[in-house]
């Protein structure tokens, strides 16, 4: 059985952005510019979340990265009126981009707001076409899209693992985030193995969800500071 998750240590973060770089960069997110981003039209599958604590001059900063929450009851999925998003087998949250006709029905009832519409087809003028990551298609205008887990990853490391005749091992998969993490503040492995790192993680005391009344039940779970 699998279920991936993910654990993010929200004493660890330090609100750099190299995971929302990273995140951009492996999945071919558009970078939409000034103007569009004060229009609320940002791409990002990542977005880092700033809180402050206290009063001046005594003021603590956290912050929160906030992805899709790959919900086990997620509620963008029952308004799809095209069954564009489903779950999927081992726990994630998909998108299949040929069915999405942009309602955007599921972003409106996604009570973290993390899926981001395209409204405009992608631009990479030469040479920064090269960038682009020849593993996660380009979505163009119209659709929807949010994060995946970087499944991507996780179909080339099943593909090595069935190769060898052996299971995916835990750690063995970093999503583009958690690998590029500096404070390694982001965990990710699989929820259904009792011994894995990110399970350990989710059960410590200081675990907790976002919006956790909503009764979504995410696969993200977030590890709470210190004094
Ligand atoms: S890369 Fe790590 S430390 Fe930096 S913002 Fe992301 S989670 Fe926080």
Redesign the pocket.
């Known amino acids: 059985m699998t279920r991936w998750g993910m654990v ?1 240590d929200t004493d ?9 770089v990273a995140c951009h960069a492996e999945n071919n997110i558009q970078t939409v510019g000034e103007d569009e981003a004060r229009k609320g039209r940002s791409m990002h599958w990542l977005r ?1 979340e700033r809180h402050y604590e206290g009063t001046f001059p005594d003021v603590k900063v956290r ?1 929160t ?1 906030v992805l899709c929450q790959h919900c086990a009851s997620a509620p963008c999925e029952p308004v799809c009126p095209v069954y564009a998003t489903y779950r999927t087998p081992e726990g994630l949250n998909a998108m299949v981009y040929s069915r999405c006709i942009g309602t955007r029905y599921c972003a409106n009832n996604c009570p973290y707001t993390v899926r981001v519409f395209n409204w405009h087809d992608g631009e990479w003028p030469e040479p920064l076409e090269r960038q682009l990551n020849p593993d996660v298609s380009v979505r163009p205008a119209g659709v929807m899209e949010k994060c995946t887990f970087c499944v991507q990853r996780i179909q080339d490391a099943q593909s090595l693992a069935k190769d060898d005749d052996r299971e995916v091992g835990d750690g063995e998969i970093q999503t583009a ?1 958690s690998q ?4 390694r ?2 965990v990710f492995g699989n929820l259904e193995d009792p011994a894995s790192e990110v399970v350990r993680l989710a059960r410590s005391e200081r675990s907790s969800q976002l919006l956790e009344d909503l009764g979504t039940h995410p696969s993200v779970f977030y590890l709470r500071g210190g004094e």
């Not at 660890?12 to 929302?20: E, H, K, L, P």
């Open positions: 993010f660890r973060c330090t609100g750099c952005g190299a995971c929302v880092i912050f990265p985030c590029s993490c500096p404070a503040a982001i």
